[in-house]
């Protein structure tokens, strides 16, 4: 089971980047799906998730409003639209992967990862 993001770079402050997390091994459609992130000397922090259906969605506080998480189930890749990138925003960000029914928010609660990728917004 993978669970590869993809999709990082150097962005200035203000930019775009778009996160792809394309699973395979397994079929996620029916999991809770999550992107969380890690800044250098910090810990791992929740930044979004998204029903199996994609009808519900949670976020940080700190990206709401400019963030979008989406997924495709046919496709078995989960997205992750940053806009406005602020520098803070610069971290690892890493895809997960839950079977619990709701909104998860804690790593513990996720049994599946991925090889992050790193987002470096420049300001």
């Known amino acids: 089971v993978q669970l590869p993001a993809s999709g990082g770079g150097l962005v200035q402050a203000g930019g775009c980047l778009r996160l792809?997390?394309?699973?395979?091994?397994?079929?996620?459609?029916?999991?809770?799906m999550g992107w969380f992130r890690q800044a250098p000397g910090k810990e791992r922090e929740f930044v979004a998730a998204i029903s199996w259906s994609g009808s519900r969605t949670d976020y940080a506080d700190s990206v709401k409003g400019r963030f979008t998480i989406s997924r495709d189930n046919a496709k078995n890749s989960v997205y992750l639209q940053m806009n406005n990138l602020k520098f803070e925003d610069t971290a690892v960000y890493y895809c997960?992967?839950?079977?619990?029914?709701?909104?998860?928010?804690?790593?513990?609660?996720?049994?599946?990862w991925g090889q992050g990728t790193e987002v470096t917004v420049s300001s």
């Open positions: 997960a992967a839950t079977p619990v029914m709701r909104l998860a928010k804690y790593e513990y609660e996720y049994d599946y």
């Open positions: 792809l997390c394309a699973a395979s091994g397994r079929s996620f459609s029916s999991h809770v």
